[in-house]
Each structure stands twice: as C-alpha cells, then as structure tokens.
C-alpha cells in the first residue's frame, strides 16, 4: 500500500509539474511572438525611414553624401 501512495504522489506531483512547464512555454511563446512582431515593425520603420532620407536627400541636391546601407531582414 505505501508503495502505492508513493508512486501515486510521485506521478501527481510530475502532472503539477508538467502542467506548469507547459504554462511557461505557452508564455515564452507568446513573448517570442510578440517581440517578432515588434521586430517586423522596427524593420518596415527603418526601411521606410532609409528611404525618407534617400528622397530627401536627393531632394536637396547635396552630392557626395553617402548612401545610407539597405536593411537587414
């Protein structure tokens, strides 16, 4: 019988445990996704931005600035 609750207490605790890893994996992923999406939108700003500055540049008529480097994706 003490074998019994022994090993029924070991496998409760175990599906407490799980339970819980799977709560935390549900919140990193949620995180991971989050910070990719304001990732995506740091990169379109900065693309949009890079590109302001070739027009206005151009705009001005300053020969010799330097091109400003593509985005990373």
């Known amino acids: 019988?003490?074998?019994?609750?022994?090993l029924t207490g070991r496998?409760?605790?175990?599906?407490?445990?799980?339970?819980?890893?799977?709560e935390t994996i549900?919140?990193?992923n949620k995180a991971v996704t989050d910070q990719w999406k304001q990732i995506d939108l740091l990169t379109r700003?900065?693309?949009?931005?890079?590109?302001?500055l070739r027009e206005t540049t151009e705009q001005i008529g300053r020969p010799g600035l330097p091109e400003p480097p593509p985005p990373h994706y």
Not at 1 to 6: G, I, L, Q, R, V
Not at 45 to 52: E, F, H, N, P, S
């Open 1 to 6: 019988m003490a074998d019994t609750e022994a």
């Open 26 to 28: 549900e919140d990193l």
């Open 45 to 52: 700003k900065i693309a949009q931005l890079t590109d302001q």
């Open 11 to 22: 496998i409760d605790a175990l599906e407490i445990r799980l339970a819980y890893q799977d």
